[in-house]
């Protein structure tokens, strides 16, 4: 079970999502605040997995609360305004839910909270055939055997995956590659990391990846090589 708190200045908004994580099986909400100075009290003597948090609070605002909390916690913000998405990303939310939401909807940002505290409780075993980017305002899910290749920009990287469209986050092409599995993906290019599985043929400084195919760098071929023949 997820432990949780849920923190908003309107009752029935408290009651809704006490309610929707009743409905999910693995989320227990220990204690529901509508005073939020009240609920840091308490989150300083009792940590829990995850929040629930209005953003737009008159006492104290949920950005706020969050980076008072001394412990790490993950965070699903609530809010009935769009613009504090923005906020909640640049704080790492799981999720963030623009009101009024369905249980759908609901239930789409508990899985990712669950998912990723699967990942973070085992990330060091290499256990988990998943990463988790942020894309979207949100943290996304990314299954590992789906990525087709990886392409690098200035500030941002694009991950192309097998039937889905690509996804893009603010990562460089260094950082991704410390997230996936060792010995799986090996940079070919200055803008490309390719899944070594996934290739169909190696010719003349090309690498193919089923009908796609992409340029192997000079100062990357060695390595490439080294590692592909193995």
Same mark, same amino acid.
């Given at each position: 079970?997820? #432990?949780?708190?849920?923190?908003?200045?309107?009752? !029935?908004?408290?009651?809704?999502?006490?309610?929707?994580?009743?409905?999910?099986?693995?989320i227990e909400i220990e204690k529901v605040f509508n005073q939020p100075t009240e609920a840091l009290k308490y989150l300083r003597k009792f940590p829990v997995d995850l929040l629930f948090l209005d953003i737009n609070m008159p006492s104290l605002s949920g950005i706020?609360?969050?980076?008072?909390?001394?412990?790490?916690?993950?965070?699903?913000?609530?809010?009935?305004? /769009?613009?504090?998405?923005?906020?909640?990303?640049?704080?790492?939310?799981?999720?963030?839910?623009?009101?009024?939401?369905? =249980?759908?909807?609901?239930?789409?940002?508990?899985? #990712?909270?669950?998912? $990723?505290?699967? =990942?973070?409780?085992?990330?060091?075993?290499?256990?988990?055939? $998943?990463?988790?980017?942020?894309?979207?305002? /949100?943290?996304?899910? @990314?299954?590992? !055997?789906? @990525?087709?290749?990886?392409?690098? $920009?200035?500030?941002?990287?694009? @991950?192309?995956?097998?039937?889905?469209? !690509?996804?893009?986050?603010?990562?460089?092409?260094?950082?991704?590659?410390? #997230?996936?599995?060792?010995?799986?993906?090996?940079?070919?290019?200055? /803008? =490309?990391?390719?899944?070594?599985?996934?290739?169909?043929?190696?010719?003349?400084?090309?690498?193919?990846?089923?009908?796609?195919?992409?340029?192997?760098?000079? /100062?990357?071929?060695?390595?490439?090589?080294?590692?592909?023949?193995?």
């Amino acid at each position: 079970m997820i #432990k949780a708190v849920a923190i908003d200045d309107e009752i !029935p908004a408290l009651n809704v999502v006490e309610n929707f994580s009743v409905r999910t099986g693995f989320i227990e909400i220990e204690k529901v605040f509508n005073q939020p100075t009240e609920a840091l009290k308490y989150l300083r003597k009792f940590p829990v997995d995850l929040l629930f948090l209005d953003i737009n609070m008159p006492s104290l605002s949920g950005i706020d609360l969050y980076k008072a909390v001394p412990q790490h916690c993950m965070a699903i913000f609530t809010t009935a305004y /769009s613009e504090y998405a923005v906020e909640g990303f640049n704080l790492n939310a799981i999720d963030y839910l623009l009101k009024p939401f369905t =249980y759908q909807r609901f239930l789409q940002a508990a899985e #990712k909270a669950k998912d $990723y505290l699967d =990942y973070f409780m085992h990330r060091d075993t290499g256990a988990e055939p $998943y990463i988790f980017v942020r894309a979207d305002y /949100s943290l996304v899910k @990314i299954n590992i !055997p789906d @990525i087709l290749y990886i392409e690098g $920009y200035d500030d941002y990287i694009k @991950i192309h995956l097998a039937g889905k469209r !690509p996804v893009i986050t603010r990562m460089t092409l260094k950082n991704i590659v410390e #997230k996936l599995p060792q010995n799986q993906f090996c940079r070919i290019h200055r /803008s =490309y990391v390719v899944p070594l599985s996934g290739i169909t043929s190696v010719r003349n400084k090309t690498v193919s990846i089923g009908d796609i195919q992409l340029p192997v760098g000079i /100062s990357y071929e060695e390595d490439f090589l080294k590692l592909f023949n193995k």
